[in-house]
């Protein structure tokens, strides 16, 4: 990548462009260089070199957040930007269009990458003859950004990631399955298995050739590790977000207060090695550091940013993030992760006279200001008598995440790294998901078994 | 500006011994987030990017970057990758329309913000009233080496809103709404009565809502039945046909859909969000029909899929975000099923839906959870809880118009759908 602008000179940029009135203001600059790559039908037919450069600009005020954004990085242009905010109300500038070498993907990761996606492809098809099609979407991204605050301080992030979207089709007679598997690493590439990825999503489609309905009633449900903690994420984490908190979230004012069962623990820690949310630096310029979010069951932090920490009279914990230099930062999530428990996963399921066994979670949502909140099962089978049976079709599982929470009976002892996208308002980020098995007593699960 | 840009990438291609197609994005975007009266964020963005499709000896790739950048580098760019490509079959030159489509809108931030302020001002039993708005205004500018350049200009605009009430019972209940469309100003005039009115009589009647006896009939309400709908178009889309991704494939002429109900794809549809002349690969845009009176009458394609799936002819080459490459999907979709309502006073009206896109677009199947509102005794009464599941395609089927007036929602990945409120029986409730 070029040289990006040097922080110490943002500062001095801020600090002559800005108006007396500003409560505080900072700029990020972004250099992004992404590597894209599809394969189909055993062929990577598409592959995309992108590079995102540009420069925004905030304002903070008490009461509201004031940017300006544009696709170019320069001390001039981060110095146009600011006098425009101070200018607000009149039209922006133009600007001129000043030519500049922008530098694409490093060497040998184009073929590293279309390695990794052809052994994604031969394991998955070699897996089972039922597979039918097997698409990989790769996105290889490598971003750099750098912070400067009115007050003075600069900060430097550089993050790399990779982020698969692994969909298998297979069939049986005129019956069709899918399984989707999103392994990701901001680590080296060397340390995703992606033959066990490909295996593992052959398996989870033809599984789901002999699915039958799910049931519709309220039932225990038992999610698996890694991507279960979905459910954590949307039951708790968002609700914890600064600006839902402002918004009147159901964890409104209940810090120090017991909100779930004392077996959980959830703390966010941005520097998980490897993890998808991963980061040493938020968008915000704070040093990353995990923040205790429930500790034995008592909540004991929000998740802030810059900005819902002021409103809050808190101190920001550092999850001021944001897609890109085109929009501002928001409170997110980096890696949501739940404390082992002591139960192993056998003896969970032994346990569990009836209910559903979601061995792999989709997406999911909630309505922070009701604690109502969805998560997707792909992968589920039914438990009966304490056993594993019969592989159920996809479904919805619902709940509310103040009791929810507290209806966590059992926590297993084998966490595991999963990998997400989170979306918020228009920008979608990776998170990671690290969990163990975890047993609630009672959600109500959506099926299409008729009675 | 742009127009320069294009042709300086181009030309720079050819100096490479390449033949390439380069689109131009010039963006102004305004997103503004009002709440209690009171404006939380207001930011604006300016950004310029190139894209470029760079073909030599018989293979492509793609290359994106700022339209500041040098162009030689942009085509560096995309020459590393080709050796990594397959060698393809030579895509047909496009001939984009030229000529303005439609006038681009822009509502000043101050006037939006003043109009929005003062709808947002909390009356009882109001807790949290937020509305977001978001207005683009996007030069789009296309040069290829063996196709003449062509430009236009559109606007888009979204506005959504967020309503929490406190119900009798102290409890929350919370609702939300979304309209988008080519102008600002037009959607924020009808802010209240279209929006934020409806939002709150929804929030309060799920504040307060019960429990009891369901009716069969489901009437999905305009923003749920066009995000249930989107589902369904990924089927309807050539790479997945020819991928063998979608339930649709070697259905052309088939009847999916019920025999009142017609599925229709037009990039220039008169009042729909988007307005453009030619698609994202240089192709001119045209009417599409996708369900002819329940019959599968065509597909969506790109010049890439044109040639495998019949019944696709290309011009819905669409990018999904900043970087990656043209693929095909609808554009604004206008879903109309003829015919009286069918008895909507005796449904249960699906009105929140939560997980949507966690629906299987392979498959068709869906399992949402939902919020609604049923009849009871003569009065309207809430019903939360609750889950929905089923099958898009079943839905198609089973489809009947639900009354209502048509809307347009963005329901998710740029696809733009309007729709009425549609009637069904045979979705799965739980509750």
């Not at chain 1, 009966?384 to 929470?405: K, M, S």
């Not at chain 2, 039945?225 to 070697?250: G, K, N, Q, T, W």
């Not at chain 2, 997980?355 to 869906?366: K, M, R, S």
Request: net charge neutral; with cysteine; proline share 6%.
């Amino acid at each position: 990548m070029r040289e990006s602008t040097d922080g110490r000179r943002l500062v001095a940029l801020l600090r002559g462009a800005a108006s007396r009135s500003w409560l505080a203001a900072d700029v990020l600059v972004e250099e992004t260089a992404e590597l894209r790559a599809r394969l189909a039908d055993s062929t990577v037919a598409e592959a995309t070199a992108s590079v995102v450069n540009g420069t925004c600009v905030r304002r903070i005020d008490a009461e509201s957040v004031t940017y300006r954004c544009r696709a170019e990085i320069g001390d001039d242009v981060a110095r146009e930007l600011a006098r425009e905010l101070r200018r607000e109300g009149t039209e922006a500038t133009e600007h001129r269009i000043r030519p500049c070498r922008v530098d694409g993907a490093a060497a040998g990761e184009v073929e590293a990458l279309v390695q990794i996606l052809d052994a994604v492809d031969g394991a998955a098809r070699n897996a089972d003859d039922r597979v039918l099609q097997v698409v990989v979407e790769a996105e290889r991204r490598r971003q750099r950004v750098t912070i400067a605050t009115l007050e003075g301080a600069v900060a430097e992030d550089r993050r790399a990631l990779l982020y698969l979207t692994i969909s298998v089709v297979a069939r049986s007679g005129r019956r069709l399955a899918t399984g989707v598997l999103t392994p990701a690493t901001s680590g080296p590439l060397e340390e995703l298995d992606a033959a066990a990825a490909g295996r593992e999503a052959a398996l989870r489609a033809t599984v789901a050739l002999e699915a039958r309905p799910a049931p519709v009633r309220r039932l225990p449900v038992v999610v698996g590790p890694g991507r279960g903690a979905v459910l954590v994420h949307e039951a708790c984490c968002h609700p914890v977000e600064g600006d839902e908190v402002l918004r009147g979230s159901i964890y409104a004012g209940r810090t120090g207060r017991p909100i779930s069962s004392p077996l959980v623990t959830i703390v966010d820690d941005p520097l998980v090695p490897g993890a998808a949310g991963s980061i040493l630096v938020d968008d915000d310029g704070l040093a990353a550091s995990p923040t205790t979010v429930v500790e034995d069951g008592v909540l004991r932090s929000f998740l802030t940013d810059r900005v819902s920490a002021l409103r809050l009279g808190v101190v920001s914990t550092g999850n001021g993030r944001r897609v890109g230099y085109t929009h501002t930062s928001l409170p997110r999530m980096t890696n949501t992760c739940v404390r082992a428990g002591s139960a192993t996963p056998a003896e969970i399921i032994a346990d569990t006279r009836l209910g559903i066994y979601a061995q792999h979670v989709g997406g999911g949502e909630v309505v922070e200001s009701t604690g109502d909140f969805v998560f997707r099962v792909t992968n589920g089978f039914m438990i009966e008598n304490g056993r594993v049976g019969d592989p159920i079709e996809d479904t919805t599982v619902r709940g509310n995440g103040a009791v929810v929470l507290r209806q966590i009976d059992c926590v297993g002892d084998d966490v595991q790294v999963g990998a997400a996208k989170c979306a918020k308002l228009g920008q979608v980020l990776p998170v990671g998901v690290v969990a163990p098995t975890l047993r609630i007593r009672s959600l109500l699960v959506g099926g299409t078994e008729r009675p | 500006m742009i127009v320069e840009t294009v042709r300086r990438v181009v030309d720079r291609a050819a100096a490479a011994g390449a033949d390439a197609e380069a689109l131009a994005v010039s963006t102004r975007r305004h997103e503004l987030q009002v709440r209690n009266g009171s404006i939380e964020l207001s930011g604006e963005l300016r950004d310029e990017r190139v894209h470029l499709r760079l073909t030599r000896s018989g293979r492509s790739a793609h290359a994106s970057g700022p339209a500041s950048g040098d162009p030689r580098s942009l085509v560096d760019n995309a020459l590393a990758l080709l050796p990594y490509l397959p060698e393809s079959k030579p895509l047909e030159p496009p001939r984009p329309r030229v000529g303005e489509a439609r006038k681009a809108a822009w509502m000043p931030a101050g006037d939006a913000a003043a109009a929005t302020r003062a709808a947002t001002l909390l009356t009882p039993p109001d807790r949290e009233v937020e509305v977001r708005t978001v207005q683009e205004y996007r030069k789009v500018a296309y040069a290829g080496s063996a196709t003449e350049t062509a430009a236009y200009e559109n606007s888009t605009a979204s506005v959504s809103v967020r309503v929490t009430v406190r119900g009798a019972s102290g409890e929350p209940g919370h609702a939300e709404r979304e309209a988008t469309g080519p102008a600002l100003a037009k959607l924020v005039a009808r802010l209240e009565p279209a929006l934020l009115a409806p939002a709150r009589e929804r929030a309060r009647l799920l504040a307060d809502a019960r429990p009891g006896p369901l009716p069969k009939l489901v009437v999905l309400e305009a923003p749920v039945a066009a995000r249930l709908i989107a589902i369904a178009l990924e089927s309807f889309a050539a790479d997945a046909v020819a991928e063998r991704r979608s339930r649709l494939s070697s259905r052309l002429g088939d009847r999916v859909a019920g025999a009142r109900v017609s599925i229709v794809d037009d990039p220039l549809m008169a009042g729909a969000p988007l307005a453009a002349p030619f698609d994202d690969e240089g192709v001119a845009t045209r009417r599409r029909v996708l369900v002819d009176h329940g019959v599968v009458a065509g597909y969506l394609a790109d010049r890439r899929f044109a040639a495998a799936v019949e019944g696709s002819p290309p011009g819905c080459g669409w990018r999904r975000g900043g970087a990656a490459p043209p693929r095909p999907r609808a554009a604004n979709v206008l879903v109309e099923a003829e015919g009286e309502p069918i008895a909507p006073e005796a449904a249960l009206r699906i009105v929140e839906t939560y997980g949507t896109h966690t629906a299987n677009p392979t498959t068709g199947a869906f399992s949402i959870g939902a919020a609604g509102v049923v009849e009871r005794g003569g009065e309207h009464v809430g019903v939360g809880d609750l889950t929905v599941a089923g099958n898009v395609f079943d839905l198609l089927r089973e489809l009947e118009p639900g009354g209502g007036e048509p809307v347009w929602i963005g329901a998710g990945g740029g696809t733009r759908i309007c729709v009425a409120d549609v009637a069904c029986f045979g979705l799965v409730v739980g509750t």
